[in-house]
């Protein structure tokens, strides 16, 4: 009888030569159960998903309730969706009027694939700019404007007309001209080891994009829903988007996405022509219900999210005097703990798990761990988590 790890390794498509492997049977709150009683603390909420914490009761509830009255009915856009059009309107009144329209889809690559055909539609133009360690998504479209080559290289020809600007750089803006559909930025860089805005960046890109008719889309994938520390980081650095892309914690741990624009804007998907973008599944009824708990949930408790540096700010305190420790740089409960050996990140995270830690690497910043759990970790947990980081960075500082 093949052990659980050996279906996973024989059956399951793998994303690299190394995954975690940890079998998981429940999670509750911040905490993940494996078989025997094991305990982790999950300090990556499923890469800035699970913003409430695993099986949070108004959120299964909706589920179960959806579950009971209908699932898939028709592809995106046929029929009336009480669900949609719930968290639709909630989301909506959140955002300001030129953010009056979403269209839903499963993820956030789909998002990010849908907000280029829109924006392509509507200035007629072919570049988009993203930025050099930007990640968007997996897919042929999200892939052409990755910030990194190393990831593209193997799957090329990808999009034609893209281009990579520096992030934070403003001479580089001069790259965005009359040419440019638009402009794909992450408000603040998640996968580039959260790097936040600098020196007005985001309102001159916002003022870049005005002066050539480029549009500006925020991938707010990984920073919306309160991760921030605003509901989304683009009310932080009061700099509006043309386009918001929203996914992750948007489904409150099911699969939605979502593209946001005015309702103006929008129109341009219905003709010339139409069915500019369709999707199946896109806004599945249960997870629309999902998103419409998880989001009325953070809207009624704004503390969760408004909260956020503040969590953040404790854990840089308990963990920045560690020998260890080079950098911890964070952007509500989203950080980055960087160390002075970037090749000891691997054994750290494999000792953090064994402790019961679970944490993750960056895509392009390889010498820093991630710390982005639920928001509603409390003080307690995070000194705990604190005191069990601490423990792994001392064995790795006595075994240098
Ligand atoms: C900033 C950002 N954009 C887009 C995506 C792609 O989202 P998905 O994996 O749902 O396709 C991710 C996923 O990690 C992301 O972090």
Redesign the pocket.
Known sequence: MPSKKELFFTHLGQTSPQPMAIEIESAEGVYMYGPNGKTYMDLVSG??VSNLGHHHKEITQAIKEQVDKYMHLMVYGEIIQTPQLKFAQLLTQQLPESLNSVYLVN????A?EGAMKLAKRLTGRSEIISCKNA????THG?LSIMGSEKFKTAFRPLLPDTRLIEYNNKADLQHITKRTACVFI?PIQ??GGIISPKDDYLKAVRQRCNETGALLVF?E??TGFGRSGELFAFMKYNVVPDIM?I??AMGGGLPL?GFVSSHERMKSLTFDPVLGHITTFGGHPVSSAAAYAHLKYLVDNPQLYKTADKKAQLFKANLEKHPLVKEIRYDGFYMAVSLNDSDAIENFLALAAEKGIISDLFLFDHGAFRISPPLIMTVEEIEKASTLLLECLDILNNKQ
């Open positions: 890469v800035s993820s956030g690559s789909e990010i990640y968007h998504g997996g999200a992450e998640g996968e991938d994938i990984q892309c996914a992750k996405g």
